[in-house]
């Protein structure tokens, strides 16, 4: 959704995809705990138990995930794998998945491509409209004041940073995203969203209704396959 999203779109769409979430991040938890339980010492996991903890995931979910994958014998192996492709209108599309069976994840994300309008690339098709950014959005409230978040996260290391309408919308290189993030968690400020993104540099700025309801199908196709971590595009309206 990136900084077109308002806090309310950003909102409702997580209220709806909060019990399929529950799945993609037992499992991503579990992959993630196989690098170590303590999160201190391995940011993969620190990043899932955050992403967890942001759907009100309960803590004993979390722990069993934790002790599951600190505990596997590795006889499933998961592994990541990023798609790219085209939606309708020539909207790019980078989808990222874990996934313990490649055919099955293929075949499922190119139907969801096939079936919506779009079509699935090859490595590389895409990608090059995109950077790797870390992305935090903080809601707008009459008691934060603009110029402290700015400094906080100035300090840290932070990139840049937009005002919209409702929100304050923040990137960071990926080197320094977690050090700005605890900067403004420890400093008291709510981070609506905080997580490492493909951000497109390139965006499609407006779109037909019949091809925005095409691409609205195509991305919900896409983040209701369990296989399916993450989708990004480049369109810069809101789905």
């Known amino acids: 959704m990136g900084r077109h999203g308002t806090i309310a779109g950003r909102k409702e769409a997580q209220d709806k995809k909060r019990a399929a979430s ?3 991040l037992v499992r991503l938890i579990t992959v993630a705990a196989r690098g170590g339980e303590n999160p201190e010492f391995n940011v993969a996991l620190k990043h899932a138990i955050e992403k967890a903890k942001a759907i009100n995931m309960p803590n004993d979910n979390i722990n069993r995930a934790i002790k599951k994958g600190a505990g596997t014998d590795g006889s499933t192996a998961f592994e990541t794998l990023n798609y790219e492709g085209y939606g309708p209108a020539g909207v790019a ?6 996934t313990d069976n490649k055919n099955r994840t293929a075949s499922s994300v190119k139907m969801a491509f096939d079936r919506n309008g779009g079509n699935l690339g090859v490595s590389g098709s895409v990608s090059y409209m995109f ?3 870390g992305e935090i959005i ?3 409230t009459d008691d934060i004041d603009e110029e402290a978040l700015m400094e906080v996260a100035l300090e840290a290391g ?4 937009e005002t919209l309408e409702d929100s304050f919308y923040i990137t960071t290189e990926t080197a320094n995203f977690d050090t700005v993030a605890d900067a403004l968690r420890n400093t008291g400020y709510t981070l609506l969203e905080a997580d490492i993104q493909y951000l497109p540099s390139i965006e499609v700025d407006t779109l037909g209704e019949e091809d925005l ?5 195509l991305i919900d196709a ?3 396959d369990d296989d399916v971590q993450k989708v990004h595009h480049n369109y810069a309206g809101e789905l």
Do not use: C, P, S, Y
């Not at 932070?158 to 940073?161: A, T």
């Not at 309801?213 to 199908?217: F, M, N, S, V």
């Open 222 to 224: 896409l983040e209701n």
């Open 131 to 133: 950077g790797r950014k």
């Open 138 to 140: 903080i809601e707008k």
């Open 93 to 98: 599309i980078i989808v990222e998945a874990l």
């Open 22 to 24: 529950f799945t993609k």
């Open 213 to 217: 309801q095409k691409l609205k199908k």
């Open 158 to 161: 932070m990139e840049d940073m």
